[in-house]
């Protein structure tokens, strides 16, 4: 892999998930700011809920950008009759699965497929004097669910990266998570709000300050929900989630653990965290919102 440059920030993004207009609009504000490739990270799930699987696929491809592969690309990959997205047999994510799916599956070309096929599970790079692991879910299960409610849980996950800090996705939730000298960096879901009743969708970034010291910082980005609503509607594959790019809300908290459920609907900050050399900031420092 062509390494991240530390003469620029790494922008980190992950769970498109079909949503071509949140994708070109993030595509958009990275070329603005002179970001190359290079220094772009996708976490996985490129394909899932929304209306336009094969663009939104084509444009991440095209982009350049380091992607490993979500669940979803491992299962489109093959043609598998499922997701394995992890939820539990039954549940109203598990049935609605059933119907956005087999909607990208169908759609998926034999290129496509063959991309995600070679995609890596995992990435590991130096930047800024630190290690960085860059993981869909978890680090042994990709499609592993890592809440920031659940401390004693991303300790054993970072125990088992090896690294200075994860870069993941998956959870469709931002946070920065501490364990002692290291950081899991979860930057949400460019593709579906954070279930914070606001239609803002969500990427992060991985700014140097110096020899091992980053500030990392999760940001919200607002874009043409209405349109990509509509193109749900007008599919009719997956109406529930139209309504979530429009409310905020997610048709389902099944996956949620307690004190994530009981937080829905209510807004989430931007968040910031300086970690290494330099002073570590607190979660209530304010991040810069870019585009």
């Known amino acids: 892999m062509t390494l991240p440059d530390p003469s620029h920030p790494i922008v980190v993004f ?3 998930y079909s949503n071509l207009r949140a994708t070109m609009r993030l595509r958009d504000v990275v070329e603005d700011l002179a970001i190359p490739p290079h220094n772009v990270v996708c976490t996985g799930d490129v394909v899932a809920y929304c209306a336009e699987p094969v663009d939104t696929a084509t444009l991440v491809r095209d982009w350049g950008c380091h992607v490993i592969q979500g669940n979803c690309e491992q299962q489109l990959a093959t043609g598998a009759g499922d997701c394995g997205c992890n939820f539990e047999e039954g549940t109203a994510c598990d049935l609605l699965a059933k119907g956005w799916y087999p909607f990208s599956n169908r759609q998926m070309t034999p290129e496509l497929r063959n991309w ?3 995609l890596p599970t995992t990435l590991t790079f130096a930047f800024s004097g630190l290690t960085f692991r ?3 879910g978890g680090v042994a299960e990709t499609a592993g669910w890592v809440f920031a409610s659940q401390p004693e849980l991303i300790a054993q996950e970072l125990d088992a990266a090896g690294a200075d800090v994860v870069l993941a996705g998956h959870c ?3 946070f920065i998570s501490e364990v002692g000298r290291r950081v899991w960096f979860n930057t949400g879901a460019l593709g579906m709000p954070a279930n914070d009743g606001t239609p803002d969708v969500w990427y992060g970034l991985v700014t140097p ?3 091992r010291s980053v500030r990392l910082t999760t940001h919200r980005l607002a874009y043409d929900h209405s349109a990509a609503a509509a193109a749900m509607r007008r599919s009719g594959h997956a109406n529930p989630y139209a309504r979530t790019l429009v409310t905020g809300i997610w048709p389902s908290l ?3 653990p307690p004190a994530e459920k009981a937080a829905t609907g209510r807004r989430i900050a931007e968040r910031a965290r300086t970690i290494g050399a330099r002073r570590r900031a607190s979660a ?8």
């Open 14 to 16: 992950g769970g498109t």
């Open 116 to 118: 995600m096929a070679s």
């Open 134 to 136: 860059v993981v869909h």
């Open 172 to 174: 469709g939730v931002p």
């Open 209 to 211: 300050l110096g020899e």
């Open 254 to 256: 099944d996956v949620f």
């Open 284 to 291: 209530s420092d304010g991040a810069r919102l870019l585009g």
